[in-house]
């Protein structure tokens, strides 16, 4: 339990004074009792009676350990309100005086768990304290919400109270993979829309960004050994998918249309992931989906002189200089990515080009391997074999299941094979396209809506009644479901404002889909808490649906 509950004197005696506190609240003025609307909602909130004031004069008092996420904090709460608190670094941020926001690191609830954290605000302070500097930052995001809507405008706001309810929480996410996916290849999003990706993230506490990088319309990552992925591999002529070329910002004068990220500018963006608890998991595809690549190093393709067109180009596997490049290309990802996964794509192989390439059939001869499927299998097991020796772990999508699974490899759960995956003792992801896919329509009204693939319809009470556990999955396996995201194709979708229309507010809903307490589903309750939310939504700027 945090220090404030009881240097405030609130629960010491918890049933019987929460009796009293329940009591006295229901004859406070409704003001103080207006119900919470916290997105995801919290695993627990206790509602003792008062507010707390913030003020110009209101000083962050963080341990040194937490000194940038104070300072983060208090950036968070300036343009608003436009105070420029104070932060404070003190080793025992416990002594702090009035009016004071107080992180501190010294939980001792086990509970909380790597992300978890309690809030507690009272008449003089509000205290986040958690075990780790990413519950002290989730916290943070609470704390925002806790205050008037308005807290999340970009330009200062005059004439807002801001005041926050007297409140306990205590708070912890349900799944450790709480992520989104972005195709940049179909279509380029500058550094900057990444960016603004990363703060809505941040703000639904949502911790995996899944950056799909690579894929058959565009590279879009500078690999130094090798300049023509981009030089060639990152542009092409026309928009594509009969999209209006002004609808796009990625299109140049010349005809040419696309863009890629320097290796710094990864750097940087790696960086702001960083600074909001956001791991990056970067795709590189192989060995289908690659056309990008393939256009630009055919040396490496499997007939690259086949008639067909160039989205059924693969790579081939009997060239030893083809693994080569692939260990390569990895190895610059490695160096500018720190986080533990590398996801390999493995989706939709094409494989005509392996059945009629000698080559290939000599070398499922000497390997023993029986079909092109297996072929399949064997190709990705090299990448995880050496991937492994890195000591990354290889993420793949659901066909990395065919023809045998490699050893840790994690499924990325798309269509089916999440429960097999699990109940064979390998980690999954959840990202099924029935609930997950949010590029797909969300209304039923095609007319008024951006155009979709026509598919699947998915609307938000789909997304929100979402579970990520597939249905009978035992009980002893269920630790295996790593979590779930949400995933953004863009063949359809030429710009960001474009991008977050799709993505809002199904991304809130999923959000409480990954963090909150199953039990805690409760879709009338959900939709009073949007309608707050949506206005967060509109203080930011974003491009939501109705
Ligand atoms: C996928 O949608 N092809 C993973």
Not at 15 to 20: A, D, E, R, W, Y
Not at 181 to 199: C, G, I, N, P, Q
């Amino acid at each position: 339990m945090c220090w404030s509950l009881i240097s405030e004197k609130f629960v010491t005696q918890k049933s019987f004074v929460g009796l009293l506190l329940f009591a006295w609240a229901t004859t406070l003025p409704a003001a103080d009792q207006t119900p919470l609307a916290i997105i995801p909602v919290p695993q627990q909130v206790e509602r003792p009676a008062g507010s707390f004031q913030l003020t110009p004069a209101t000083r962050i008092y963080a341990a040194p350990e937490l000194r940038e996420t104070g300072e983060f904090i208090a950036a968070q709460l300036r343009s608003a309100t436009g105070y420029s608190l104070k932060v404070e670094t003190s080793s025992d941020a416990r002594r702090a005086d009035l009016n004071a926001i107080i992180l501190t690191t010294t939980s001792t609830n086990t509970q909380l768990g790597a992300e978890g954290y309690e809030l507690t605000v009272a008449a003089h302070s509000v205290v986040i304290c958690a075990p780790t500097t990413a519950g002290i930052f989730y916290g943070g995001q609470t704390l925002r919400q806790l205050l008037p809507p308005e807290i999340f405008s970009t330009n200062q706001v005059s004439g807002v109270n801001w005041q926050m309810p007297a409140v306990h929480i205590a708070d912890w996410p349900r799944f450790s993979w709480r992520g989104q996916m972005l195709d940049v290849s179909r279509h380029f999003y500058t550094k900057a829309e990444v960016e603004t990706l990363l703060d809505l993230m941040a703000l639904h506490k949502l911790n995996v960004f899944h950056w799909h990088l690579v894929d058959n319309q565009g590279w879009r990552i500078e690999i130094k050994k090798y300049p023509r992925l981009t030089q060639v591999g990152a542009w092409r002529k026309g928009i594509g998918w009969g999209l209006d070329p002004k609808a796009s910002t990625a299109y140049r004068a010349d005809g040419q249309y696309g863009g890629f990220y320097t290796q710094t500018d990864i750097r940087d963006v790696v960086a702001y992931a960083t600074a909001r608890h956001i791991t990056i998991v970067p795709e590189i595809e192989l060995p289908g989906h690659s056309a990008a690549a393939l256009l630009a190093y055919p040396q490496f393709a499997d007939y690259p002189g086949t008639n067909h067109p160039a989205n059924y180009m693969v790579y081939d596997p009997a060239n030893p200089e083809m693994f080569h490049f692939l260990e390569d290309v990895l190895t610059e990802i490695f160096a500018l990515f720190p986080g533990k996964y590398i996801h390999i794509g493995g989706d939709e192989v094409a494989k005509t080009d392996w059945k009629n390439s000698p080559a290939c059939q000599a070398l499922m001869r000497r390997e023993h391997l029986k079909n092109e499927e297996e072929l399949q299998s064997w190709f990705i097991r090299q990448i995880a074999t050496w991937v492994s020796a890195q000591g990354k772990t290889l993420v793949g999508w659901s066909e990395i299941l065919q023809g045998g699974l490699a050893p840790d490899a994690v499924v990325m759960d798309w269509i089916g094979g999440g429960k097999e995956a699990a109940e064979a003792g390998h980690d999954v992801v959840m990202t099924p396209l029935t609930h997950c896919y949010l590029n797909y329509y969300q209304s039923t009204n095609f007319a008024a809506e951006p155009r979709a693939p026509l598919k699947h319809y998915i609307p938000l009470a789909k997304v929100y009644a979402f579970d990520p556990i597939p249905a009978g999955l035992p009980a002893a396996f269920q630790s295996h479901v790593l979590g779930a995201q949400g995933c953004l194709w863009t063949e359809w979708i030429a710009s960001f404002p474009h991008a977050e229309y799709m993505l809002f507010p199904r991304l809130c809903a999923l959000s409480e889909v990954v963090w909150s307490a199953k039990a805690s589903r409760d879709w009338p309750d959900f939709q009073r808490r949007l309608a707050v939310h949506l206005v967060r939504l509109d203080e930011l700027g974003v491009n939501h649906h109705p």
